[in-house]
């Protein structure tokens, strides 16, 4: 798992790897079991402090997805998946293929976010009612 930090995005650094970290859980690139990054790898690599991969965790553990085991890590207990997120689902293909056209369209990413949560604010998926808050992509 590596993080990608934005430091011109307006997140919190901290909310980034949270963010981060549940994108891959929710498709299927980390799995329980699997190990986090220790925090001195994560700020080798970010150049953050490690105070704010910490915090990060911290969160994580708290909402029950992670678990830190004194002296060995930070463990995924639990994945969030769908049965048709993972990296090798016809669904991501078509997106992806999808995402390649609206680029050679001239799309920015701003431009396709836009669009994509306009899209999902129609169709509420599983009941939970619209699936993009303004301002969440």
């Known amino acids: 798992m590596e993080y990608r930090i934005d430091r011109h995005g307006g997140v919190a650094t901290?909310?980034?790897?949270?963010?981060?970290?549940?994108?891959?859980?929710?498709?299927?690139?980390?799995?329980?079991?699997?190990?986090?990054?220790?925090?001195?790898?994560v700020v080798a690599a970010t150049a953050i402090n490690p105070n704010t991969v910490l915090k990060a965790y911290r969160e994580l553990e708290r909402e029950g997805l992670v678990e830190a085991q004194?002296?060995?890590?930070?463990?995924?207990?639990?994945?969030?998946?769908?049965?048709?997120?993972?990296?090798?689902?016809?669904?991501?293909s078509e997106l992806a293929e999808w995402a390649a056209r609206a680029d050679r369209a001239g799309l920015g990413r701003e431009d396709v976010a836009a669009m994509f949560a306009a899209v999902l604010g129609e169709y509420p998926l599983r009941g939970e009612g619209a699936l993009v808050?303004?301002?969440?992509?």
């Not at 901290?14 to 925090?39: C, E, H, N, S, W």
Request: glycine content about 10%; cysteine-free; charged content about 25%.
């Open 133 to 137: 808050e303004e301002g969440a992509i």
């Open 14 to 41: 901290y909310m980034q790897i949270v963010q981060q970290t549940k994108q891959a859980l929710r498709l299927g690139l980390l799995q329980p079991g699997d190990k986090l990054p220790t925090a001195k790898e």
């Open 70 to 92: 004194r002296g060995l890590g930070t463990f995924v207990r639990r994945s969030l998946a769908g049965p048709q997120a993972t990296p090798d689902s016809p669904l991501r």
